[in-house]
């Protein structure tokens, strides 16, 4: 059973930084599309950064452009999200998802994968 492990969240402060990290169990993620989405309290899900196996192509939501970086290292099994300058409006829970689709199609679905992810990893941006 594919299941996803997604780590390195915590408390920050404006403008620090954090590096997330989602690894799986039964499934290696040299292959598919892999997504970073999270749910800010009273929100709904969002596709934050997504990643392509197959061409290496990347997306991102606006929010987040030149501030975070996706990345994967297939040795590790292992998609990284790295956060710069984060913002008290990044605070929320953040959780990994993959499929055989493309970095669009994946980020701007989270819905499709309700129920698929792991815990997530509670990102909190505060003074």
């Known amino acids: 059973q594919l299941q996803f492990v997604e780590s390195g969240g915590g408390l920050v402060q404006p403008g620090g930084s954090l590096r997330l990290s989602c690894t799986t169990s039964?499934?290696?993620?040299?292959?598919?599309?892999v997504g970073w989405f999270r749910q800010a309290p009273g929100k709904e899900h969002e596709g934050v950064s997504c990643i392509s196996s197959s061409d290496g192509s990347t997306y991102y939501t606006d929010s987040v452009k030149g501030r975070f970086t996706i990345s994967k290292d297939n040795a590790r099994n292992t998609v990284y999200l790295q956060m710069n300058s984060l913002k008290p409006e990044d605070t929320g829970q953040y959780y990994c998802?993959?499929?055989?689709?493309?970095?669009?199609?994946?980020?701007?679905?989270?819905?499709?994968?309700?129920?698929?992810w792991g815990q997530g990893t509670l990102v909190t941006v505060s003074s």
């Open positions: 039964g499934f290696t993620l040299d292959s598919p599309t």
């Open positions: 998802a993959t499929d055989l689709t493309t970095v669009q199609v994946l980020c701007n679905n989270p819905k499709r994968y309700l129920g698929l």
